[in-house]
């Protein structure tokens, strides 16, 4: 007996990964000991993994998170003593955590003021704490205020010494095995070593967050280390005493952020994902071949294998380029569910993904998000436009002084592609982003309004000065170089350009239903430039929705919104869309 299959039109089928599961218990690693839970408020736990058990071990009263560079970042380190280092958000601070007991002492007293990060403990004292410090003015987002140094850290005194100061921005401050000397990373980079055949592979990202480690040292002439090609994670050995390395070809193809721990000289933990299954933490031991071991996955429902649909990477012509042609990237996720077909002739609507960075990428690794949506009979397609990570540095300096218009290009050359294969309902194309993501999604639609049926905005850029003026220190002058590109240019000819790649002066042009999905604390990109869209759109009289979540920054953490949030784009969807 075959169970019946139930034709439905695409977009409406039902699907077991509900809003409510996306929101809930589905717990996201941010580091081998943290984890986000948007059940308890989006606070970090700390959580102690053995073969059997997870154990959370941080009271309920703390949150591991940071918050400099306002992405925070490498919020916890390990202590030779067996405690746990962490700064706790939203107060600050810095606090010594004894998993066993629970306890907790304070190292340095909460300032709201002053962040630390990045921890590093002396090897041989254990008395002195490395760190970055990032110290801002009071009631102040003023990005010139703001000073970032590194600090060494007296336990038991509490005094607080900085140690090196001047450059914009630390990162990675170190001991070395004796505790002798200090490492320490500041943009300047001396030498680069070159391994045959991954010329352009990619071994790090941008790093907005502190504490990204994407590569360790098993013993003194061994790197496991993740390569990066085509927006997928290798997990490779690399002997550094003659450059040569092999591929462990494992399953995982998607690896970010603190995401690689040393156990023994032969075995490491690794946080990732699979083509197939979701972020999660595992052991891999090394041999002759090298075996893994799931140890904690991020999944706490089961889902039937049968809805599960892998992105296929897809190469494009860059049709709508008006400057640069060639080819551009992206995923294509179709629409997959067991119990459903649609409608015979018809064709999926279409959602195109557009990811935050813009210097970033979306990796094939599988995300129950969107197999939400294609579990529901959407196709989803995920753009790598020019100027994404992960296909090396000459695709991703194509985006240089075209932010907003080449990322926009590869958008509508992808539609079309699909069109021409016979994939989509070109009637029913939908866009949506996050971030910078959530900026192309309004230049979109009024750069290509013929193509779009409807578009959301996820804490989305609607005005580039608006943007340059107001935004935090770290990314104060990214822009620059992705709007402006190279040479002078005076003030008149910056005020030109940033109007003119900016949706709130050409929203005149819209013919789609728009959505804005904004945080009201977020201070990457502030609460106005979503209010200021929402009353141009008004006077113009266009079809526009805004929606804002208080409490939410730069990125949405706690249960309540995500599951709001999901809510809200479905609904959407479906009466503008369908």
């Not at 997928?232 to 070809?249: E, F, G, P």
């Not at 002759?288 to 991020?298: H, M």
């Not at 190279?486 to 050409?506: D, F, N, T, V």
């Not at 502030?526 to 920054?553: D, N, Y």
């Amino acid at each position: 007996m075959t169970n019946a299959v139930t034709v439905a039109p695409y977009g409406k089928w039902d699907s077991p990964i509900t809003a409510e599961y996306l929101s809930g218990d589905s717990i996201h690693f941010e580091g081998i000991q943290s984890n986000s839970r948007p059940t308890e408020g989006g606070r970090f736990a700390v959580v102690e993994i053995t073969e059997d058990i997870a154990k959370d071990v941080l009271p309920a009263e703390y949150s591991a998170m940071g918050s400099i560079h306002e992405y925070g970042g490498g919020s916890i380190a390990m202590h030779p003593d067996g405690r746990l280092l962490f700064t706790n958000h939203p107060k600050n601070g810095i606090f010594l955590l004894d998993p066993a007991s629970g306890e907790v002492e304070m190292v340095v007293a909460p300032d709201a003021t002053v962040r630390f990060g990045n921890f590093s403990v002396h090897p041989k004292t254990q008395e002195w704490i490395l760190a970055v410090q990032e110290t801002h003015t009071k009631d102040s987002q003023d990005s010139t205020t703001v000073k970032n140094s590194i600090v060494a850290i007296h336990v038991p005194t509490a005094k607080v010494t900085t140690i090196v100061e001047g450059a914009d921005f630390y990162q990675h401050p170190q001991f070395n095995p004796d505790g002798s000397q200090l490492y320490r990373f500041d943009g300047l980079v001396s030498k680069h070593i070159c391994l045959n055949g991954l010329q352009t592979a990619e071994f790090g990202s941008r790093e907005p967050c502190l504490g990204n480690c994407t590569y360790i040292q098993l013993d003194e002439k061994t790197l496991v280390a993740s390569a990066n090609k085509s927006a997928t994670s290798n997990l490779i050995l690399i002997d550094i005493s003659t450059y040569s390395w092999k591929d462990l070809s494992l399953p995982i193809v998607d690896i970010q952020k603190n995401a690689i721990a040393r156990v023994t000289s032969s075995s490491f933990a690794v946080i990732g994902s699979t083509r197939t299954s979701p972020q999660a933490l595992y052991r891999v031991d090394l041999g002759d071949t090298a075996s893994i071991k799931l140890l904690k996955s991020t999944i706490q429902l089961d889902i039937p294998e049968s809805i599960i649909s892998e992105a296929q990477h897809i190469t494009f012509p860059r049709i709508y380029s008006k400057g640069t042609t060639g080819f551009a990237n992206a995923w294509l996720v179709e629409p997959k569910n067991n119990a459903f077909k649609g409608i015979e002739g018809t064709k999926p609507p279409l959602l195109v993904w557009m990811h935050g960075g813009p210097t970033y990428h979306v990796p094939p690794g599988l995300s129950l998000t969107t197999q939400y949506w294609t579990s529901r009979g959407y196709a989803y397609v995920l753009v790598n436009h020019v100027g994404s990570t992960g296909y090396g540095r000459a695709y991703r300096e194509m985006l240089d002084g075209q932010w907003g218009a080449a990322d926009i290009e590869d958008a509508a050359s992808c539609v079309a592609f699909l069109n021409s294969e016979r994939i989509i309902d070109p009637s029913k194309v939908g866009i949506v982003g996050e971030s910078a993501g959530g900026y192309a999604v309004m230049q979109a639609l009024y750069i290509y309004p013929e193509i779009w049926a409807a578009g959301i905005s996820i804490y989305g850029i609607s005005s580039l000065s608006g943007f340059a003026e107001t935004t935090h220190k770290f990314e104060s002058h990214y822009i620059d170089s992705l709007v402006l590109g190279k040479g002078e240019k005076s003030q008149e000819e910056i005020e030109a350009i940033y109007k003119g790649r900016s949706a709130l002066y050409h929203a005149e042009n819209i013919r789609a239903p728009l959505l804005l999905l904004q945080g009201d604390v977020d201070t990457i990109v502030p609460a106005s430039q979503a209010t200021q869209m929402e009353e141009r759109m008004h006077e113009l009289g266009k079809e526009i929705q805004v929606v804002m979540f208080e409490g939410e920054g730069h990125g949405f953490h706690m249960s309540k919104t995500i599951r709001a949030s999901t809510e809200i784009q479905t609904e959407f969807w479906l009466n503008k869309l369908l």
